[in-house]
Structure formats: structure tokens, C-alpha cells
């Protein structure tokens, strides 16, 4: 019946809606990558990044589908990338840079790590206060905490490790498109501008410099972000900025700010079909960046409602 309810959904929603969606992963395994390839082409078309000006501007029959993945854990290399290539589907990789520099897991999993093993969240440690500090302080308290508790995250499973730039070079020869998240995954609206300009400027340039080609896609940590970001991003020779602002892609949407709908690797069709036909409506999802369902765009501090309409992008070269 709920499956029921939400193919009928999704199938009003396609054919009142224009454009197509942009879909923001994180990890998948091989099973559930087929999964979510399989219940999406029923609806779209899958293309490539560079495909998604020309789409837009002139509409198919059938809407499109851009897969991205956030923070370049291993398993995006070993588990859903060889599936992708097998079923022939392009996809986004925006990784973290210098985790994936270090080799050493990104904070949220060290948190995760120390939930699980204490068997609870000790105070000020819970995701929503994290998110608010600037992540210097967010790196103290949460090493105080594992100190505390005698605690060593570990990053054995490939959920938790980071690629190495070998492997993200090898995606990027394998036709995937390489983006940057950052250098640490810090919420860049948590920062000092300086701090903040760096994130990205430094990600992006690590990015271009590791896989020897220009990066020009940036997707903002957790989605936050606010004008400053995204015209310094822009500067820094970003042509597509990635939000986590749940919506479809129409022609309302700006390659500065595209909307992304959220899914994770355990949910059912019901789930997948619903979350993006919901989309196509305001205020009913929630912006996980935590902006709640008030905006549809996420943006932050003196950017709400002040984004220009314009902002001068470099054309993108397919
Ligand atoms: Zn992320």
C-alpha cells in the first residue's frame, strides 16, 4: 500500500515537474548501489555532470538523475564504483581532502566510533551541539572525550576509511567526476572567513593538483553556506556548488546553489520514490544541514533571501 502510495507519488510529481534531481549518497554497498540504480531508472535518466547545463535548458520526456557521494570513504571505491561501472551510471565523488591525504577517518565517524563503543553519548557530544562549534573546538572536545573514555577510533572498515589519491585518481580515469568537500569537513559557516575561504580554496586546489585535472565542483560539508562561500568558491574556479537544499533541479535552480535530495544506503523503494516526490514540494522536507523545513534554501546568516539571481559562473566545457 505505501509502495503503492508513493510510485502514484512520484508519478504525478514527474509529470508536473521539469528538469530532473540530483541524488547526495554517502556510502553504498555493491547490493544496495544496484538497488538504487534499479528503482531510479525506472523514473530518470542518469547523466553526467557536465550534461546537466544542456539538460536543463532543454527539457526530455523523461526528468534526470545526477548521482553524487559525499566524503570519498573507501568503500565509494571498492563497493559502489565498480557496480556503477558495471551498470554503466555516472556519478559525483566529492572527497575530503586531507582526510583522504592523512588516511585517517573523518571527525563524525571518530564520534560515531565512541558512541557506539560507550554504549552512549556523553554530554556535549551529541551530532546537533558538534555541528555548531568551529571545528578546531569541535576537535578538542571530542579528543577530550575519546581521552577521557581511554577511547582509539579505529578506521578498518572502508565506511570509515578515507580513498587514497591513488584510488580517487583511478575513479577520475574511469570517467567519474572528482569534486572537493572541504578540507576537513568542517562547517564552513562555523568558521572565520579566512578559515572558511581556505576549506575550499585549499580543497579544491588539492583536488586539481592530485588528479591533474581542474577540479570545478564543490559540495558544501553538511550544507551549509552562505553568499560569502559561494561567491569565494566561484573565484576559486568553482562552476557547480552543491547544497543540501532538498528540491528538484528546474529552471529556478542556479549552478551556484543545486538542490540535492538525501539518501542513505537502507532505504526501501517506498522510502526512495517518496523522499523525491516530497522534494518537489516546500517545506515538507527537512534540510539536513538543519535549517529545518522554514527555507527552502539552507542558506545561512546574511545570506537568506539575498543571494543574487546572477552570479557570473564560467561556462562549463563538456
Ligand atoms: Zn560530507
Redesign the pocket.
Known sequence: MINLAATFLLAFVRRIKRGGVIINE?TLTKAQTRFHVTVLSRWFDFIRLTDLPYRWAQPTQRPFCLLTF??GKRSNFTETAPELERLRVPAVF?V?TEPVTTGSC?WFDKREQLVKAIGRCPAGLDLQSLKQLPFDLLMKRLEKACADYNFKPGDESDDLRPMSWEEVRSLNRRGFTIGA??LT?AILTREKRKRAFAEIEESLAKATLEVGAPCTTF?F??GNYNTELVWHAVRCGASTLMTTDPGWVDERAALWRLPRVQLFGSASRARIESKIALAAFKRILANPNGSGRRERHGAEGEARGAIPRVVPVPRMSR
Open positions: 554517502h559525499d566524503d566529492y575530503t573523518q568537500h572541504g569537513h559540495a560539508p553538511n
